[in-house]
């Protein structure tokens, strides 16, 4: 970037507290001096029920035009008619890996979760007395987050293959060739069945580093690592494929407190920051995290962490702590 243009970024506020957490976290990008060119899209529920459409062709359209997308969160009504956005995006975009880190309190470690397949095949039948979900295992899904995987785990120490072969046939290719390219990649690792990484998760997170795994399975101890982290609020998340991307904090619409200003902006932030490191701007990622950091320290914090703050007076805080310069 080196200011010469600026990327091109599709912004998706959504539902519920979506908006509030990416007005914050665009309000830091732009403290921090971060160039976006961004590109508004409405997408989600409110515009399902606005124009019966929750997210058209032409926006996919705009969002493969850009470099990738902010995304604060969506409401998935239970209607069977409606289908998740989100899904459809990491689907359509072929955003195979969901990149989770977790740094605060007690963990330090990265859920590093299959995005596309899995229980999330979308193959299903539902029928009166009978309901099937299929789960698809590929051995191309397989290798190519088990590299990703690796690459991460190169940088830090150690990889954990979590799965549940002992039961799932189709877990033990998985296992099989996450370890295989591991070996390969020459990165150390181990495995553990997902329920022994569950509990470990709460008693030992420290044997953690760098977690490879299925997409249900992501999903669920990814909620558990957060809730070790102490709020869903403070953790963020990049959807990464080929040629797309797509960064949103890790909780959903909290449509109980939308619009209270009471909502934890910081996963949006760090999402945000997390989007400046896959745009080549790792300084000002790091500008970002250590004023974060710098806010936490101080004690302001949102109702989620035990705190009385608003999601005005964190964004401001954090925003104060770029411009003195802590970062
Ligand atoms: O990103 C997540 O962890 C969310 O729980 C989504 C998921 O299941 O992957 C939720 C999907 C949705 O709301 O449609």
Redesign the pocket.
């Known amino acids: 970037m080196s200011g010469r243009y600026s990327e091109k970024v599709a912004v998706i506020r959504g539902d519920g507290i979506g908006p509030e957490v990416i007005d914050s976290a665009l309000a830091v990008l732009e403290a921090a001096g971060a160039e976006i060119d961004q590109v508004d899209l409405e997408v989600g529920l409110g515009r399902w029920k606005r124009a019966g459409e929750a997210l058209a062709e032409e926006d996919l359209g705009a969002i493969k035009e850009c470099r990738c997308v902010l995304f604060g969160a969506?409401t998935?009504p239970s209607d069977p008619k409606y289908k998740?956005?989100?899904?459809r995006m990491r689907k359509e975009l072929d955003l195979y890996a969901?990149i989770r880190p977790f740094n605060d309190g007690r963990i330090d470690l990265i859920i590093v979760r299959e995005n596309t397949e899995g229980l999330?095949s979308g193959i299903e039948e539902v029928g009166d007395d009978q309901a099937t979900t299929v789960r698809v295992i590929t051995r191309h899904g397989c290798r190519r987050i088990a590299m990703k995987a690796c690459q991460l785990a190169a940088e830090r120490k150690r990889l954990t293959i979590v799965h549940k072969s002992n039961v799932l046939k189709s877990d033990r290719l998985f296992l099989q060739i996450c370890r295989d390219v591991a070996e390969c990649q020459g990165v150390e690792h181990d495995d553990m069945l997902v329920d022994a990484a569950a509990y470990n998760l709460v008693r030992n997170p420290e044997k953690f580093d760098v977690i490879v795994t299925t997409n249900l399975f992501g999903?669920i101890l990814?909620?558990e690592a957060a809730g070790i982290a102490g709020s869903l609020g403070l953790c963020a998340?990049a959807n990464i494929g080929d040629k797309y991307a797509l960064f949103e904090p890790?909780h959903?619409s909290a449509p109980d407190i939308a619009g209270k200003g009471i909502a934890n902006p910081i996963g949006a932030i760090r999402s945000a920051a997390m989007m400046m490191d896959y745009l080549g701007r790792a300084d000002l990622a790091g500008k970002i995290e250590s004023a974060v950091q710098r806010s936490l320290a101080q004690g302001i914090k949102t109702p989620d962490l035990g705190g009385n703050s608003t999601t005005r007076g964190v964004t401001e805080e954090i925003i104060k702590a770029i411009k003195r310069g802590f970062a």
């Open positions: 969506i998935t998740s956005v989100l899904l969901n999330y999903d990814s909620d998340s890790i959903g």
